[in-house]
């Protein structure tokens, strides 16, 4: 059974995967996200922004934040004292593992194999991030992954969009997606908060006509 935590996180089937280059913006872009009904986010920590974006966004009391691409223990501590409430990485650090479940958040590491799997599952993980998801062979090799692994949740980023997101989420043992198409890096730069909306509004919406379907 999935981490109760990370309920809330997967619910809306979508997570949006941010750039932020200037903690700036992070209100606005809160704001535009809880606005267009895709009140979640995670924040990358691929700029020096990060941390204090997270802390800004964090005044928005409807968004769950989330910090990315975390590599370190130090960036776990940074991540949590502003805000972020779960914790995901591209890869499998069990430093990283460890210091997230030592603070009590839950947190998504990046796996690509089977031998990745069972070091998540050593470290008392149900869930983990599949990725780069449609390089490392997409749907197909989670199919193959959750054969053997049949109680782990999988949340599939890289190279998810529109185009293909309803096949992955056709799959059981996926409750949600990561993606950016809903916060283009340009259009946070530049404070462009009504198109972030509006792209949020319709990947919700795009997600509902699948679960309908």
């Known amino acids: 059974m999935m981490d109760a935590r990370l309920s809330p996180i997967v619910s809306h089937s979508l997570i949006p995967v941010v750039?932020?280059?200037?903690?700036?913006?992070?209100?606005?872009?809160?704001?535009?996200?809880?606005?267009?009904?895709?009140?979640?986010?995670?924040?990358?920590?691929?700029?020096?922004?990060?941390?204090?974006?997270?802390?800004?966004?964090?005044?928005?009391?409807?968004?769950?934040?989330?910090?990315?691409?975390?590599?370190?223990?130090?960036?776990?501590?940074?991540?949590?004292?502003?805000?972020a409430t779960y914790i995901v990485s591209a890869g499998l650090s069990p430093a990283v593992v460890r210091r997230a479940q030592e603070l009590g958040v839950a947190v998504l590491p990046g796996i690509a194999t089977a031998t990745e799997i069972v070091t998540a599952l050593d470290l008392g993980l149900d869930a983990v991030k599949f990725f780069p998801a449609e390089t490392s062979g997409g749907v197909p090799a989670i199919k193959a992954l959750a054969a053997p692994f049949p109680d782990l949740t999988f949340v599939p980023t890289g190279g998810i969009g529109p185009k293909n997101i309803a096949d992955y989420l056709a799959v059981p043992a996926i409750p949600a997606c990561g993606g950016s198409w809903m916060c283009p890096r340009d259009a946070v730069k530049a404070g462009d908060f009504a198109t972030i909306e509006r792209l949020c509004r319709e990947a919700v919406e795009l997600v509902t006509s699948l679960k309908g379907a």
Request: proline share 6%.
């Open 19 to 83: 750039v932020i280059d200037d903690a700036y913006s992070a209100p606005g872009l809160a704001d535009a996200l809880v606005a267009g009904g895709l009140p979640v986010a995670e924040v990358t920590f691929r700029t020096p922004a990060a941390a204090e974006a997270i802390a800004r966004m964090a005044t928005n009391p409807d968004i769950i934040l989330g910090a990315g691409t975390v590599h370190t223990a130090e960036q776990v501590d940074r991540a949590v004292e502003a805000g």
